[in-house]
């Protein structure tokens, strides 16, 4: 037990969400003698899910900043929609559907960021208009009628690394994104190591550094294989490519940026970081533009793997997104949590979802198991906070609040000037 307490941090439950993640797959691996663990199985998981990841990344920004976005369905589908009427109407190439359909999506935030953070109406209140006005908004301009895409557009959401190079078997291109990455993990662990000695902080032993990478490495490479040995025609996803390249971005946006520790600080107390220099108007502004910029890129995904878009189209995925976000560990008062994390949440949703399909249990079955799910995953971060114990977001967030002692104090500093019933 020593040994696993080294090897996660010193305290296991910081890691109590990959854990269960892992522990679904084991799960249904066997229950399903083996499917959940194959190329095509893990291909359809990746590609029917990859906007519900999408819409947390920006989902957990927002609700770090201490707001909710129920509008993101709404604007998914009608940005989809828009989308594939100016690519019928007007023969747009693929790549400028995609431009209008992002830039409609930022004028939208802007609408609402305005809302939010000018006027001072509650977030919940301004996106549960927006979910009505942009419903009706979907349904107005498609007519309520499906609305087919072209094949150009659909490799967005369907489409797959192409094959290049010599014939092994395989899909280079994907062996070498994963190599990549592994590299990559490696250099970074290595890095950040030496780093954390030279300014003097307490670093773990070698055996702990070296087991993490090749853990992370294994699983890196495994998932690589998977992806490049599927049926032909098909290897790593399109819209895996880009939930990866938004999750790195996300990922290094919210630690180490100026305008990811103002997004903390603003959820975490507002006054203080406004008396501390923090332009909270701004940081609202900017959160709910960028959400509604990802969700127009969600709603543009599914419509190409659709192959169409409809009046249907992102009926429940705002709350898919938030379960998501809160099952990685976010707090419903803002201030906590991390990319990673909704990622992560989102995964397991998607694994239960996905494993409960294989064995063939009913849709009403389902979402009972994930509601409790959900309620469970929230119920033990609040058990651990009431007994002075972490989160498990908090666990994982330590290293970040650490990195930004310095605006940490401030913080801390402001809110001492804080007058009593401010």
């Known amino acids: 037990m020593n040994a696993i307490k080294q090897l996660f941090g010193g305290n296991t439950r910081q890691f109590g969400m990959i854990f269960a993640l892992v522990a679904l797959v084991v799960f249904f691996q066997i229950m399903t003698e083996g499917v959940t663990l194959t190329s095509g199985n893990l291909m359809n998981l990746l590609n029917g899910n990859a906007y519900v990841l999408i819409l947390a990344i920006g989902m957990v920004l927002v609700i770090i900043a201490g707001h909710i976005d129920l509008s993101v369905g709404s604007i998914a ?44 109406i509650p977030a919940f209140i301004v996106t549960l208009a927006g979910m009505m006005l942009f419903r009706g908004l979907n349904q107005f301009v498609g007519k309520s009628n499906t609305i087919p895409v072209p094949e150009d557009f659909q490799y967005i959401g369907a489409g797959y ?21 592994v590299a990559l993990v490696v250099y970074l662990g290595v890095r950040g190591r030496a780093k954390a000695a030279r300014l003097g902080a307490v670093v773990p032993p070698v055996w702990v550094q070296v087991t993490k990478l090749a853990l992370v490495s294994a699983a890196i490479l495994y998932a690589t294989y998977l992806f490049a040995t599927g049926r032909p025609g098909t290897s790593l996803p399109i819209p895996g490519i880009i939930l990866i390249g938004l999750v790195l971005i996300y990922g290094f946006i919210s630690s180490r ?51 169409a878009s409809g009046p249907s189209d992102g009926v429940m995925w705002e709350l898919d997104a938030i379960a998501a976000v809160f099952i990685g560990g976010a707090a419903v ?41 959900l309620l469970a995953a929230v119920a033990f971060d609040v058990y651990n906070k009431s007994q002075g114990k972490p989160s498990i977001t908090g666990m994982l967030s330590r290293g970040l609040l650490t990195k930004n002692k310095p605006q940490a104090d401030a913080v801390e500093a402001a809110q001492e000037k804080i007058p009593t019933g401010a």
């Open 257 to 307: 940026t100026v305008i990811g520790r103002h997004i903390y600080a603003v959820g975490g107390n507002r006054h203080a970081a406004e008396l501390s220099g923090v332009r909270s108007k701004k940081v609202n502004f900017l959160v709910m533009m960028n959400m509604a910029i990802l969700a127009g890129l969600a709603g543009m995904i599914f419509v190409g793997r659709s192959t």
């Open 77 to 120: 589908a009608f940005v989809g929609i828009t989308v594939a009427l100016a690519i019928r109407e007007w023969d747009l190439p693929w790549w400028a559907g995609v431009v209008v359909g992002l830039a409609l999506g930022a004028v939208i935030g802007a609408w609402q960021g305005f809302w939010v953070a000018y006027v001072g």
């Open 333 to 373: 008062t803002g201030g906590v949590g991390t990319v990673v994390g909704s990622i992560i949440g989102g995964l397991v949703m998607a694994v239960l979802n996905n494993g409960l399909q294989l064995l063939g249990v009913g849709a009403d079955a389902t979402q009972i198991i994930k509601g409790l799910v």
């Open 161 to 181: 690394l192409p094959e290049v190079g010599p014939v092994t078997g395989y899909n280079n291109l994907t062996l070498l994104l994963g190599l990549a990455t």
